[in-house]
T-cell receptor, first 117, second 113 residues
Framework: GAVVSQHPSWVICKSGTSVKIECRSLDFQATTMFWYRQFPKQSLMLMATSNEGSKATYEQGVEKDKFLINHASLTLSTLTVTSAHPEDSSFYIC?????????????FGDGTRLSIL | GENVEQHPSTLSVQEGDSAVIKCTYSDSASNYFPWYKQELGKRPQLIIDIRSNVGEKKDQRIAVTLNKTAKHFSLHITETQPEDSAVYFCAARGPNSGYALNFGKGTSLLVTP
C-alpha cells in the first residue's frame, strides 16, 4: 500500500516551454503533498508544501510564479514549471503523507527527470 | 528552520564490516527521523525510521539510535554487502517544519567485496 505515482518520469523539451508534472496517491488520501528538487549528487531540497484545497506554501527562494502547484484533490497534486530554462533541469520528486498530526512515513514518487535544451 | 547536518559525506568499507552514519538536527520539536537509501536516478527508499519517544530501533542488519538531549541520531549497518552501496540520507521532521522532511546532504556508501 501507500503508492505514489509520478508522471512523466522523463521530459526533454525546449527552453521557454511549460512542463506539467503529476503526482498521484493511488491507494490513500494525501492531505499534504511535498515537492522536492534534487540536483546531481546533491540532497533533496524542499520546494513547496501543498495542502488539498489551499494555496501551496513555497520555501524561501522558490519562485511561486515559475513553479505553479495545484492540489485540487486528495489524490492529485501538479507542479507546472513555466517558461522552463536550462537551469531548471533537475530531478523533481513529490511525496505525500496522510496525516499531518502523526509522525507517519512520507511516501515518494519515482521522480521526474526534467531536461531543458 | 530545521537544519540537518550529516557526516561523513563519503564512506568506504569492506564487505562484512559495519558502517555508521551520523546526523544532528537543530529543532528540538522535531519528532520523526527517517533514513532513506537512494540509488542513482531512483526514488528515496525508506529503510528505517524512529520517533522521538524511542531511543533505538533495529531491523535485521540496520539500526538507528536517537539521542534527543544531544539532538543527534545515527544509522548503523552491520555485515555490509555490496548491494548496500548507495547514497543514504537522514531527515528530520516536526510541527515547525510543516511536516516536510528536512534532509541531510547525504552519505555515499561504497561497500567493496
Amino acid at each position: 500500500g501507500a503508492v505514489v505515482s509520478q508522471h512523466p518520469s522523463w521530459v526533454i523539451c525546449k527552453s521557454g516551454t511549460s512542463v506539467k508534472i503529476e503526482c498521484r496517491s493511488l491507494d490513500f488520501q494525501a492531505t499534504t503533498m511535498f515537492w522536492y528538487r534534487q540536483f546531481p549528487k546533491q540532497s533533496l531540497m524542499l520546494m513547496a508544501t501543498s495542502n488539498e484545497g489551499s494555496k501551496a506554501t513555497y520555501e524561501q527562494g522558490v519562485e511561486k510564479d515559475k513553479f505553479l502547484i495545484n492540489h485540487a484533490s486528495l489524490t492529485l497534486s501538479t507542479l507546472t514549471v513555466t517558461s522552463a530554462h536550462p537551469e531548471d533541469s533537475s530531478f523533481y520528486i513529490c511525496s505525500a503523507i496522510t496525516d499531518r498530526g502523526v509522525a507517519q512515513p512520507q511516501h515518494f514518487g519515482d521522480g521526474t527527470r526534467l531536461s531543458i535544451l | 528552520g530545521e537544519n540537518v547536518e550529516q557526516h561523513p559525506s563519503t564512506l568506504s568499507v569492506q564487505e562484512g564490516d559495519s558502517a555508521v552514519i551520523k546526523c544532528t538536527y537543530s529543532d528540538s520539536a522535531s519528532n520523526y527521523f527517517p533514513w532513506y537509501k537512494q540509488e542513482l536516478g531512483k526514488r528515496p527508499q525508506l529503510i528505517i525510521d524512529i520517533r522521538s519517544n524511542v531511543g533505538e530501533k533495529k531491523d535485521q542488519r540496520i539500526a538507528v539510535t536517537l539521542n534527543k538531549t544531544a539532538k543527534h541520531f545515527s544509522l548503523h549497518i552491520t555485515e555490509t554487502q555490496p548491494e548496500d552501496s548507495a547514497v543514504y540520507f537522514c531527515a528530520a521532521r516536526g510541527p515547525n517544519s510543516g511536516y516536510a522532511l528536512n534532509f541531510g546532504k547525504g552519505t555515499s556508501l561504497l561497500v567493496t567485496p
